[in-house]
C-alpha cells in the first residue's frame, strides 16, 4: 500500500520532532524504566482548585536515559500539564538495550489525575486507573486521542 505524499507531509510537519529512526515503546514500559520510580506528585493548587483529568505526553528519551524532547499533548489545566512536563524532564529513563548514540525511544506517556471522594489527589498509570473504575464504579474520561 502506497501513503500518499500529502499525508505523509502533513503527518510529518505535525511530528516533526519524531524521527522514524525513533524506537516506539509503550508507555508503561517508559514509566517502568523511569528514575526515580516515582510518579509526579499532584499539584496541590491544583488540588485546591478540584482540577482533574487526562495528561498525555509524546516523550522522546536519548540512549543514554535523559530526556531530549516532551510534547504536551492533553492536560486538564495549564497548571497540571506544566507541573507533568517539569517533572518528566528531571527524570531519567534508562532502557536496556538500547546502546547506539544515534537513535532515541519515543512513546507517549499517559497518566489520570483523580480526586479521591477523600478529597485526596491521586496520580495513577493506565493499568492502576482500570482498577480505580473497577473499585468506585465510576467513569472517567479516556484520552482525547483514544475516544
Known amino acids: 500500500m502506497t501513503v500518499p505524499l500529502a499525508l505523509t507531509l502533513a503527518w510529518n510537519a505535525r511530528n516533526r520532532y519524531l524521527d522514524h529512526s525513533d524506537v516506539r515503546v509503550p508507555g508503561a514500559l517508559l514509566l517502568s524504566s523511569m528514575n526515580p520510580k516515582a510518579l509526579p506528585d499532584y499539584p496541590v493548587d491544583a488540588l485546591a482548585a478540584g482540577e482533574q483529568g487526562v495528561v498525555v505526553v509524546d516523550i522522546r528519551v536519548a540512549a ?17 500539564g506544566r507541573h507533568v512536563t517539569a517533572e518528566l524532564q528531571r527524570r531519567t529513563f534508562p532502557i536496556l538495550g538500547l546502546s547506539n548514540g544515534d537513535r532515541f525511544v519515543a512513546s507517549k506517556v499517559i497518566l489520570y489525575f483523580v480526586i479521591t471522594p477523600e478529597k485526596q489527589g491521586q496520580v495513577l498509570r493506565g493499568s492502576e486507573m482500570a482498577e480505580l473504575r473497577r473499585k468506585i464504579k465510576g467513569s472517567f474520561p479516556a484520552p482525547a486521542g483514544l475516544r
Not at 531530549?68 to 495549564?78: I, N, T, V
Request: aromatic residues 0%.
Open 64 to 80: 543514554n536515559g535523559a530526556v531530549r524532547q516532551l510534547r504536551l499533548l492533553e492536560a486538564p489545566s495549564g497548571r497540571i
